[in-house]
């Protein structure tokens, strides 16, 4: 990749070109990434154009790929076809180890330590055109959004975020699981001491007792009515108010995405989302 000059003209989008190229590329020297010693474009640089597609693009592959080109971010672009075929080629941990290093920042700037667990949906398509998805099949991508009491079609994304709404850990899955299933397969791979707060679909009491006797995390969610783990009206309030918090944070992250994010394949949909997810945390360091 091109480096872009580094003076006080920089735009904030070639600062974030330039921060999403260099966390590829030392993430795959730290991996000791091997390429074939012919290839003229990188991997790195094929992962910047899918991160600046997310970024501000709304996923459009061809549009990044354009404008990458034509202001010399990347001078030996590959063609549409070549490029998508090298992007799909790349080992998926390698995006989970983006991720993740990424995570690790936002949980090393978080003093607080307190975290929240919600998900939120990613349709597919709209409800009216479930009957012709080609995408995915069956009564287990049919999810229900209580807030707006109406089903979607697609996947939920499971996420564990800081209170101010940076990503630290998400799970993908059929937008009919509930989400106190999908919450036992969360890693939460957090700092000892940890407080977690939830809504009341995650109330659990083993759970709750395992997190906290195997990993030090208090798990806090908000009780229901007749829970047999009451608390005080201002513990109550207190959890209402983070709670609060999360939503607004979730809210960012959900405006982010496009209204539809096209994709002619399974594995490509659940790519972008990756890469939206990325996108939206890399916008953190900026």
Not at 17 to 27: A, Q
Not at 33 to 55: P, Y
Not at 85 to 96: M, N, S, V
Not at 153 to 171: D, K, N, W
Request: a neutral charge; aromatic letters at 12%; one cysteine or more.
């Amino acid at each position: 990749m091109k480096q872009q000059p580094n003076s006080k003209n920089s735009t904030p989008m070639q600062d974030a070109i330039t921060t999403m190229f260099v966390l590829c590329d030392e993430l795959l020297t730290a991996l000791n990434h091997q390429e074939d010693k012919q290839v003229k474009m990188s991997d790195a640089e094929v992962m910047t154009v899918a991160l600046t597609a997310a970024s501000m693009f709304a996923g459009h592959f061809e549009n990044a790929r354009r404008f990458l080109k034509e202001h010399g971010y990347i001078p030996h672009m590959l063609s549409e076809s070549r490029l998508n075929r090298r992007l799909h080629a790349i080992p998926e941990f390698i995006w989970g180890a983006l991720f993740h290093s990424v995570a690790e920042t936002f949980k090393a700037t978080n003093p607080e330590q307190t975290y929240c667990v919600d998900s939120f949906p990613v349709p597919v398509c709209d409800n009216i055109r479930i009957a012709r998805c080609r995408l995915y099949e069956g009564e287990d991508y049919r999810g229900y959004i209580a807030s707006k009491r109406r089903y979607f079609y697609g996947l939920r994304v499971h996420m564990i975020v800081t209170a101010s709404g940076q990503p630290i850990e998400f799970i993908l899955r059929p937008g009919a699981e509930s989400d106190i299933s999908v919450y036992k397969d969360l890693n939460f791979d957090l700092p000892a001491g940890a407080t977690c707060f939830a809504d009341k679909s995650y109330n659990d009491y083993t759970h709750e007792d395992l997190l906290r006797e195997a990993a030090d995390i208090d798990m806090q969610p908000a009780r229901k009515k007749n829970s047999k783990r009451r608390i005080s009206y201002l513990d109550e309030r207190y959890k209402q108010v983070m709670r609060k918090r999360v939503e607004t944070s979730f809210s960012g992250m959900t405006h982010f995405f496009p209204k539809s994010i096209h994709a002619v394949t399974s594995q490509g949909f659940e790519l972008k989302v990756v890469l939206f997810i990325l996108a939206f945390g890399i916008q953190w360091l900026l």
